[in-house]
């Protein structure tokens, strides 16, 4: 198993940053940035790349049957989302997919941006707006919202530093 990255704001954007470059640029923007952030805060704390006692995988935490087969078949991010395996050497396929997930951060982060843009609503721009996209879009079964503004407060912090 991969040891736990070192999560510098620097790594942060690094890894961010990286896996965006695989997408076209209409993916990439300051929001995007940010809101993926808090997200792979909320959801491994940029450490935990396999869920505790749970079947998600990668930074940002998708499960097969969930995130994963959503972004494959989603009419507005199928295509993306083929391209992104083939630039990463995986195999557009939902179990091989969720599998490179765990230590792939490149596939990762743009399977999560390419969730992201399943959403027909703005991306947002404030903490509020931005924890109920969240909760939308990851539908978390523990949401622990008590984590939300302070995971906001770094993405931000990071992003604006």
Request: glycine fraction near 6%.
């Amino acid at each position: 198993m991969k040891t736990p990255i070192e999560t510098t704001p620097e790594e942060v954007r690094r890894i961010v940053r990286e896996g965006l470059a695989l997408l076209a640029d209409r993916y990439t923007s300051d929001r995007a940035e940010i809101l993926l952030t808090a997200i792979a805060y909320q959801e491994s704390a940029f450490i935990h790349r396999r869920q505790i006692k749970g079947p998600a995988r990668g930074l940002w935490q998708f499960e097969l049957g969930g995130g994963v087969w959503g972004v494959m078949n989603h009419r507005t991010t199928k295509e993306a989302a083929r391209e992104l395996c083939q630039l990463c050497d995986v195999n557009f396929e939902a179990k091989a997919i969720y599998a490179a997930l765990e230590f792939n951060d490149n596939l990762a982060c743009g399977f999560a941006r390419l969730l992201l843009w399943t959403d027909s609503r703005p991306m947002p721009t404030d903490e509020v707006d931005s924890w109920n996209y969240y909760i939308r879009n990851w539908r978390p079964g523990k949401p622990h919202l008590e984590r939300w503004a302070a995971n906001w407060a770094k993405a931000i912090d990071i992003w604006k530093n």
